[in-house]
Nanobody
Framework: QVQVVESGGGLVQPGGSLRLSCGAS????????MGWYRQAPGKQRELVAT???????NYADSVKGRFTISRDNGKNTVYLQMNSLKPEDTAVYYC???????????????WGQGTQVTVSS
């Protein structure tokens, strides 16, 4: 199986920065797209940013210019650098990975448990 574990959430003041990390481990042959999603109370889960195996990135309009996604393929890890944080960024942030577990398998989606990010003064 595959485990996806996030870290780095916390409480930060408006205008501050946080860096989230997410590592995948277990039965992994290849990881395709990795990404971050978030869900605020009473709202649906939404895409924040994704990054392909070749490091092509995609961002939600609301975070463009403030957040940066990156990955380390050797460590099966994806990062989200969040700058100029706003109260509306408050949410549980979930890591997503599309993982091919063996050379013959098709890629499957795996999710982390989420990490809370709270932006408040």
């Amino acid at each position: 199986q595959v485990q996806v574990v996030e870290s780095g959430g916390g409480l930060v003041q408006p205008g501050g920065s946080l860096r989230l990390s997410c590592g995948a481990s277990g039965s992994i042959f290849r990881i395709y797209t990795m990404g971050w999603y978030r869900q605020a109370p009473g709202k649906q889960r939404e895409l924040v940013a994704t990054i392909t195996i070749s490091s092509n990135t995609n961002y939600a309009d609301s975070v463009k210019g403030r957040f940066t996604i990156s990955r380390d393929n050797g460590k099966n890890t994806v990062y989200l650098q969040m700058n100029s944080l706003k109260p509306e960024d408050t949410a549980v942030y979930y890591c997503h990975a599309a993982v091919q577990t063996t050379i013959l398998a098709t890629a499957r989606e795996f999710w982390g448990q989420g990490t809370q990010v709270t932006v408040s003064s």
